[in-house]
């Protein structure tokens, strides 16, 4: 299994930025996937999932209204697109599947590396 992702930059407050992750080595389609953060010091946090369709979406509050989740199952691909980015926000930001009751995350990433500031 294999995950990139890409997108990530230094962008100031308020700006947007559209993050792609590129899945392999599974069935990506059988899979609700989600974009998950770490921040300097903190645990790593799902911030928005999607389900195996792309009809069900979820975000976490602080990013809620802000952030869109898509994925498109022929290409293997999921995308997060940031808008009104916050300081709060800078975080490096990593592609992976949903983890539930019979499903554990695959090995993780390199992620991509937001940094929100002015």
């Known amino acids: 299994v294999h995950f990139v992702e890409s997108g990530g930059g230094l962008v100031q407050p308020g700006g947007s930025l559209r993050l792609s992750c590129a899945a392999s080595?599974?069935?990506?389609?059988?899979?609700?996937m989600g974009w998950y953060r770490q921040a300097p010091g903190k645990e790593r946090e799902l911030v928005a999932s999607i389900s195996t369709t792309g009809r069900s979406t979820y975000y976490v509050g602080s990013v809620k209204g802000r952030f869109t989740i898509s994925r498109d199952n022929a290409k293997n691909t999921m995308d997060l697109q940031m808008n009104s980015l916050k300081f709060e926000d800078t975080a490096v930001h990593y592609c992976?599947?949903?983890?539930?009751?019979?499903?554990?995350?695959?090995?993780w990433g390199q992620g991509t590396q937001v940094t929100v500031s002015s």
């Open positions: 080595g599974f069935t990506f389609s059988r899979y609700a």
């Open positions: 992976n599947v949903v983890p539930g009751v019979s499903v554990s995350t695959f090995s």
